[in-house]
C-alpha cells in the first residue's frame, strides 16, 4: 500500500480553555486553500454554538472515526479532520483509517451565532488533551468557538510550532474520490424518530464483520433476512458506534442507500449505505462501505469518468465556476459551462479525485471544498484505468459486430457496452460490476468514445458499489 507523508504544522495546539466564566474552543488550522488563495492559519468562524455539548459529541465522533480502523482495531491510526468553512455553515470531514468509514459533522446556520469569516479547507489539530475536555462540555453553559487563530496571534507569533507528521495512504485520498460518487447514487430510505432510533442502535449486535439489512416498519426499523426493495445494508454494524456519543441529542436518524432487489445490485451481496443523524442544528453522517474489510479506496465508481476524454479539460472549466458553495448543482454549472448535465457529472467526479468535491446526501447537492492533493494523482492511482488506456493505445480494442474484441495480458475477451459493460474476464464474473468496471470494458469505453467522438461520460458509475480490488 502506498502512502505519501503529509505534514501538518499548527501555531498551537487546540484546546479548550476557560475565559471570564466561559468556555472557548480554540481550533487550529494548518495551511490550506482559501478563497483568498493560499493561507497558512486560515480563520473561518468566531462565535459561539447554539448547541455547545451536541458539537463537542459530533466533533468526537469525527475525530474518532479518524483515530480508527475498525478492520484491524489493534493498529491505531490518527488522521486529523478535515474543516471547510463553506460561507453559511462548517463541515467536519474524516476517514477511518481502514478507509472503510467516512464521516461528516455539518454545523448549519441555525447551529451558528456568530461571524464566519472566511471560505476554504484545512485541517484542524484534534489532539488527545482536546478529547478529553470536549467529554467535558455540559450543555447549560455557553461555548465560544474559533476555527483558526486570531490575527493578532498570526501577526506576532514567532514561538515553536506543532507539527506533526503523519502518512496518508493514497486510499484515503481515493476514498474522498469514490464515495462522493457512490453517495451521490443514495436515496432517503427511512426516516425514524429519536426515540426509535436510539433503540434500534443500542440493539445493533457487536459483531464488526456481520452484514445486515434494514427495512422501515412503521415509526422503526427491522432487520431483514436479506436484500429487497426498500431495504438498506448495514455491513459491520460496529462502525456505527460512533453515534454513540450524540445520541442524547438526537432528533431523528435518516438512512439512505441505492435501490437493491432482492438479488441486491450487480451481483453484490452488500452495498454502501449512509446513515445521519438530525441534531440541533447540525447533522451527523456516517457512510459505510459494503465490507469492512474493504475500504471505499478501490470501488472503481470514478473509473468511467475518469475515462471520458474530454473530462480534464470540463474539469477545469468547472472549477473556475466553483466558489466554495455550499450547495453545488449540477443543472446550474451545466447552464453557466454550457455542458450537458452528463458532461458536468463527470467533471465532478474528476474533481472529486482531488478532494474538491463532495456530496451531501440529505440535501442532495454537492458541496465544494479544496484538500491540498494533486489531482493528476487520480489516474496513478487507478490502475485499471492506466492499463485500459495501454490497451487501447496498443491498438488492442477491435469492434465485434455489437461487441467488442478486447486482448488482454494472458487471453482475448468479449465486451458489451450496453447498461455498465459486460466481460469475459475471470474479473468480471467474479464481481459482475459490484467493483466498477473492468480494464477491458474501460478500454472498449474509451475506443468507442474517440471512434465516434462522442462526449458522453462512463456509466459505470451509475451503480457502482463494489469494494477494494
Excluded at 469492434?399 to 488482454?408: A, K, L, N
Amino acid at each position: 500500500m502506498s502512502s505519501s507523508v503529509q505534514s501538518f504544522t499548527y501555531l498551537r495546539a487546540s484546546a479548550l480553555h476557560t475565559h471570564e466564566g466561559t468556555p472557548q474552543l480554540s481550533l487550529e488550522t494548518c495551511g490550506g486553500l482559501t478563497s483568498h488563495g493560499l493561507t497558512p492559519f486560515p480563520r473561518f468562524f468566531s462565535g459561539f454554538l447554539t448547541a455547545p455539548e451536541a458539537a463537542a459529541g459530533g466533533l468526537l465522533a469525527v475525530a474518532d472515526v479518524a483515530a480508527t480502523r475498525y478492520h484491524q482495531p489493534q493498529n491505531r491510526a490518527w488522521l486529523d479532520p478535515v474543516v471547510t468553512g463553506n460561507g453559511d455553515r462548517l463541515r467536519f470531514e474524516s476517514f477511518s483509517g481502514c478507509g472503510g468509514v467516512y464521516a461528516r459533522l455539518d454545523v448549519l446556520p441555525p447551529g451558528i451565532d456568530g461571524d464566519m469569516l472566511g471560505t476554504g479547507t484545512t485541517n484542524v489539530d484534534v489532539n488527545a488533551p482536546l478529547r478529553a475536555a470536549l467529554a467535558m462540555v455540559g450543555a447549560t453553559d455557553p461555548l465560544h468557538v474559533a476555527v483558526g487563530p486570531d490575527d493578532v496571534t498570526v501577526t506576532t507569533f514567532d514561538g515553536p510550532v506543532v507539527e506533526k507528521k503523519v502518512p496518508l495512504p493514497d486510499r484515503w485520498l481515493r476514498g474522498f474520490a469514490e464515495v462522493q460518487v457512490i453517495a451521490s447514487r443514495f436515496d432517503l430510505r427511512a426516516e425514524i424518530p429519536a426515540v426509535e432510533a436510539v433503540r434500534f442502535l443500542r440493539a445493533l449486535p457487536r459483531n464488526g464483520r456481520q452484514v445486515l439489512w434494514v427495512r422501515p416498519f412503521g415509526r422503526t426499523l427491522r432487520v431483514s433476512p436479506g436484500p429487497a426493495p426498500g431495504a438498506v445494508c448495514l455491513a459491520g454494524p460496529d462502525r456505527l458506534r460512533a453515534l454513540n456519543r450524540i445520541l442524547r441529542h438526537a432528533k431523528a436518524l435518516r438512512i439512505y442507500g441505492p435501490a437493491v432487489t432482492a438479488g441486491g445490485i450487480g451481483g453484490a451481496a452488500a452495498v454502501a449505505s449512509a446513515w445521519e443523524i438530525e441534531l440541533p442544528g447540525m447533522r451527523l453522517t456516517l457512510t459505510l462501505s459494503p465490507d469492512p474489510a474493504r475500504g471505499f479506496s478501490g470501488e472503481g465508481a470514478v473509473l468511467g469518468d475518469l475515462a471520458a476524454d474530454e473530462a480534464a479539460a470540463d474539469a477545469d472549466l468547472i472549477a473556475a465556476l466553483l466558489a466554495w458553495e455550499p450547495r453545488v448543482e449540477v443543472g446550474d454549472l451545466a447552464r453557466e459551462g454550457g455542458l450537458t448535465p452528463g458532461r458536468v457529472r463527470a467533471a465532478l467526479v474528476l474533481l472529486g479525485t482531488a478532494g474538491r468535491i463532495g456530496y451531501d446526501v440529505s440535501e442532495a447537492a454537492y458541496f465544494h471544498r479544496e484538500l491540498p492533493y494533486d489531482s493528476g494523482r487520480a489516474e496513478r492511482m487507478n490502475p485499471r484505468l492506466r492499463d485500459a488506456r495501454a490497451i487501447v493505445d496498443r491498438r488492442d480494442v477491435t469492434p465485434d459486430g455489437e461487441r467488442f474484441r478486447v486482448v488482454g495480458t494472458t487471453a482475448s475477451y468479449h465486451v458489451r457496452l450496453h447498461e455498465d459493460g459486460t466481460c469475459t474476464c475471470e474479473w468480471w464474473a467474479k464481481h459482475r460490476g459490484g467493483r466498477g468496471p473492468c480494464k477491458h470494458v474501460l478500454a472498449a469505453q474509451i475506443y468507442a468514445r474517440r471512434e465516434s467522438g462522442a462526449a458522453t461520460p462512463g456509466t459505470a458509475s451509475a451503480e457502482a458499489a463494489g469494494a477494494t480490488r
